[in-house]
């Protein structure tokens, strides 16, 4: 080969590498109103994320008009969860439509089908969790003040969410506080107090001093 071919055949292992590199990806997960995605936008505009919910990707998906996000508006009215193979499809649709190294999945993985659809589908695991803490009764109180005119903020279904995070959501927090890979923060304070708590996670480590 001459030089500019091995030169190509340098630049093509180096992509290849790049391409194979596992990104940074942070499930941020807490109870409905927790708080999740007021921190997810000030991660993204401090640290550089990309913030991906799988709740809108789910609601975008459902306007579609397709069966199967019919299908998903009728599971997501009753407060049940969807097939993690969805979920999981429109992650990764995402993530490559995105081309970025570090995601924040916001609201995933719900349930332990959810986390290890990704880790199988994905190749990898999460770098760590993050967990908003927030009592129940703030939760509701924020829920049913916001205005954004979804059908799954009314008190009913409030409650059957609540159920369903805590039956099946606290167990994932539970695989990954096992594994020392959960940060957890309490919520229940102003936005700031609450972002400058979680800011150490995400900053890199100061230079030694000389």
Known sequence: LTAAGWGLRALARAFSAAMAAEPTVVFVLGGPGSGKGTQCAKIVENFGYCHLSAGDLLRAHMKSGSPEGNMIADMI?????????????????????????????????????????????????????????????????????????RSDDNIETIKKRFKVFLEQSMPVIGHYDGLQKVKKVSSDQPVEQVFEAIRSFFAAPAPAAA
Request: aromatic share 10%; hydrophobic share 40%.
């Open 77 to 149: 009215k009753q407060g049940q969860i969807v097939p993690s193979e969805v979920t999981v499809g429109l992650l990764k649709q995402a993530m490559a439509d995105d081309g970025g190294s570090k995601f924040l999945i916001d609201g995933f993985p719900r349930n332990e089908e959810n986390r290890a659809a990704f880790e199988k589908v994905m190749g990898f695991d999460c770098s760590f969790v993050l967990f908003f803490d927030c009592p129940e009764e703030v939760m509701e109180k924020r829920l049913l003040s916001r205005n954004q005119g």
